[in-house]
């Protein structure tokens, strides 16, 4: 079965670029999710199939996917970003979903 | 509004049951497959299980496999969680989420782009 992996924490300062990785053998060859989960709260969709935004998620957040890893860029990091973000892949195989283990975004 | 409510949520004892629910609005449920994903306190989010838009399609994850059933009723807008045998490491905060589909409009991959907010299930002696 699929492992989808990602670095437990980031940390940024204000102003800067904070970029999160997601890895998993053929994960250039999935389409991947990405979702933000402030305290308390249910997640939030920020970034479906590899790059696109859904309404209403700020242009600051941008992905990317190309061989063993994908990658959620946040530019001009504010302090509202800190959450965990999760990545998420589908396995066609099961009709599984997938969850990385989240990575803990600080700002600094 | 468009959103999903759990609930059903609650202290049960090992070895007990429990049934969620999760009632949706705002869309028309019958057209959305609907999953169920769970957090464990100070966890990650870990998939539960999902079903087709008409149930004629059902995935479990292995570790609740033969001791929880995932089902629906379209006509009352609802997506059900039974759950038996239940142990400790099943403890979590439990969400609804409604599926999408991606791979734009392929349909070769899919994703959550709404979900609701949580019941608790906490399983204890």
């Known amino acids: 079965s699929y492992v989808v992996t990602q670095p437990p924490s980031v940390s940024v300062a204000p102003g800067e670029t904070a970029r999160m990785t997601c890895g998993e053998n053929n994960i250039g060859y999935k389409s991947v999710h990405w979702y933000q989960q402030k305290p308390g709260q249910a997640p939030v969709l920020v970034v479906y199939d590899d790059s696109d935004r859904p309404s209403g998620i700020p242009g600051r957040f941008s992905g990317s996917n190309s061989g063993s890893t994908a990658t959620l860029t946040i530019s001009r990091v504010e302090a509202g970003d800190e959450a965990d973000y999760y990545c998420?892949?589908?396995?066609?195989?099961?009709?599984?979903?997938?969850f990385g283990g989240g990575t803990k975004l600080t700002v600094l | 509004e468009v959103q999903l409510v759990e609930s059903g949520g609650g202290l049960v004892q090992p070895g007990r049951s429990l049934r969620l629910s999760c009632a949706a609005s705002g869309f028309t449920f019958r057209d959305y497959a609907v999953h169920w994903v769970r957090q464990a306190p100070g966890k990650g989010l870990e998939w539960v299980s999902g079903i087709s838009w008409n149930g004629g399609s059902i995935a479990y994850a292995d570790s609740v496999k033969g001791r929880f059933t995932i089902s629906r009723n379209n006509a009352r807008n609802s997506l059900y969680l039974q759950m038996d045998s239940l142990r400790a490491d099943d403890t979590a905060l439990y969400y609804c989420a409604k599926l999408s589909c991606g791979g734009g409009g392929g349909c070769n991959t899919w994703y959550f782009d709404l979900w609701g907010r949580g019941t608790l299930v906490t399983v204890s002696s």
């Open positions: 998420q892949v589908w396995d066609s195989s099961t009709n599984h979903v997938l």
